[in-house]
Nanobody
Framework: QVQLVESGGGLVQPGGSLRLSCTSS????????MGWYRQAPGKQRELVAE???????NYAESVKGRFTISRDFAKNTVYLQMNSLKPEDTALYYC?????????????WGQGTQVTVSS
């Protein structure tokens, strides 16, 4: 089991910045992939950014150049730095941890943190 706790969401004006944090109950070095997803009202959940244990990083096209995913092993925390925010970034943001145990894939999710971009 992995418990994930997100924080850092809020209301920000267009062009502003926010940093989301996701703290894991398990050592993140042992987790295969950690990522951030988002879900806007009436839309499907989508991948925003992910980072693998091997340091490969993947971003959604819509956030490339504006968002940065990073991690702090000492704090078991993954971050999502979001700059130049747009109204279309408004969504509930979820942290995800994907593990592979005995060839079985497990997905763990945080409770979500709301990001609202509005003037």
């Amino acid at each position: 089991q992995v418990q994930l706790v997100e924080s850092g969401g809020g209301l920000v004006q267009p062009g502003g910045s926010l940093r989301l944090s996701c703290t894991s109950s398990r050592n993140i070095f042992s987790i295969n992939v950690m990522g951030w997803y988002r879900q806007a009202p009436g839309k499907q959940r989508e991948l925003v950014a992910e980072i693998t244990r091997g340091d490969r990083i993947n971003y959604a096209e819509s956030v490339k150049g504006r968002f940065t995913i990073s991690r702090d092993f000492a704090k078991n925390t993954v971050y999502l730095q979001m700059n130049s925010l747009k109204p279309e970034d408004t969504a509930l943001y979820y942290c995800n941890a994907a593990t592979l145990e005995y060839a079985i894939k497990y997905d763990y999710w945080g409770q979500g943190t709301q990001v609202t971009v509005s003037s």
